[in-house]
């Protein structure tokens, strides 16, 4: 009842584009080389299907990392060790779960105090769609901004990094890329949400009404 179809996930470029930047030699030419590959594919389903729809995208960009900060120097020039608090330090972001208000008021006066970057306020989470309806992504973000990353993080040092993802929608360099051969709605500005409603209407079946999202083809 549902359509056949096939899901290549191709991991390199992320780990390329961090290792090297999204516009260096190394990556450009893995590009190339998956280019090649994609065509392969793209040749051999044409011989065996007369009519399928090929979908390539990414769910994000990369901008060059130009700064590293050190947040736990940060908090120590201030007095105070970072670990006295809860925390997830992430590649740009810094999240903090607090369990009396007196620690919210010390690390708010330390991050404001952090010239990189800013606290999101409830007017960024509305802005760019990330209400939730607790906490449990933080009680207090902070955004480190282009073109600065944190220099050790829950993933490890991210001081070898060369570019990062992440940051705010604002920047070019964050877009992905939504590529098909089929005619898609003319001007139409593509979001992440609209490539589910696509494949499933792809496969010819019902996009829920839950869905958020459009679907890309041209009528």
Not at 57 to 82: A, C, E, L, T
Not at 103 to 110: A, C, G, K, L
């Amino acid at each position: 009842e549902v359509k056949p179809w096939t899901y290549f996930f191709i991991g390199s470029v992320d780990s390329y584009s961090h290792r090297f930047g999204q516009n260096s030699n190394e990556t450009i030419d893995l590009m190339k080389r998956l280019d090649q590959l994609v065509e392969m594919k793209y040749t051999q389903y044409k011989k065996l299907v007369p009519d399928f729809d090929c979908i390539v995208f990414s769910d994000h960009g990369h901008i060059p990392v130009k700064k590293q900060v050190d947040i736990h120097q940060h908090f120590r020039k201030n007095g105070h060790n970072i670990n006295e608090f809860i925390n997830l330090i992430d590649a740009n972001m810094a999240r903090f779960w607090f369990r009396k208000p007196k620690e919210e008021i010390t690390v708010r006066r330390i991050l404001e105090s952090l010239k990189d970057g800013f606290i999101l306020t409830d007017e960024h989470f509305h802005r760019y769609h990330l209400e939730m309806p607790d906490n449990r992504y933080g009680d207090l973000i902070y955004y480190l901004d282009v073109p600065a990353v944190f220099s050790k993080t829950v993933w490890g040092f991210s001081r070898k990094q060369h570019s990062m993802h992440g940051y705010l929608p604002d920047y070019p360099d964050s877009d992905g890329v939504f590529l098909s051969q089929r005619p898609m709605v003319d001007g139409s500005h593509i979001e992440l949400v609209d490539i589910l409603p696509t494949i499933l209407d792809s496969l010819g079946l019902n996009v829920p009404d839950y869905v958020d999202g459009k679907v890309l083809w041209e009528k």
